[in-house]
């Protein structure tokens, strides 16, 4: 089985930061990639960003300047740095990955149960 596990959740005030971490664990031949999704309450799950193992990035347009995504491959975690934290970013912060567990396999999709934000004064 794999699990990810993300941590680093928590409240915060606006203009604040955080730094939420995904770890990866179990049977894991390769991670093609990384990634962070959110979901709002009342709203649909969104993109936030996502890397390659060779570090290759992808965010949304909104989050760029705030949002820093890194990933160590050596750990198999995946980092999300938020920065200047606003109300609208409260949301439950999932991590994603795209694996293989085994060297025949083809890639799948793993998802961790999230990490609550809460962006309140």
């Known amino acids: 089985q794999v699990q990810l596990v993300e941590s680093g959740g928590g409240l915060v005030q606006p203009g604040e930061s955080l730094r939420l971490s995904c770890t990866a664990s179990?049977?894991?031949?390769?991670?093609?990639?990384m990634g962070w999704y959110r979901q709002a309450p009342g709203k649909q799950r969104e993109l936030v960003a996502t890397?390659?193992?060779?570090?290759?990035?992808t965010s949304t347009d909104s989050m760029k300047g705030r949002f820093t995504i890194s990933i160590d491959n050596a750990r198999n975690t995946v980092f999300l740095q938020l920065n200047s934290l606003k109300p609208e970013d409260t949301a439950v912060y999932y991590c994603?990955?795209?694996?293989?567990?085994?060297?025949?396999?083809?890639?799948?999709?793993?998802w961790g149960k999230g990490t609550l934000v809460t962006v309140s004064s």
């Open positions: 179990g049977t894991i031949f390769s991670i093609t990639a």
């Open positions: 994603n990955a795209e694996l293989r567990r085994r060297a025949l396999d083809s890639g799948s999709d793993y």
């Open positions: 890397i390659t193992s060779g570090g290759y990035t």
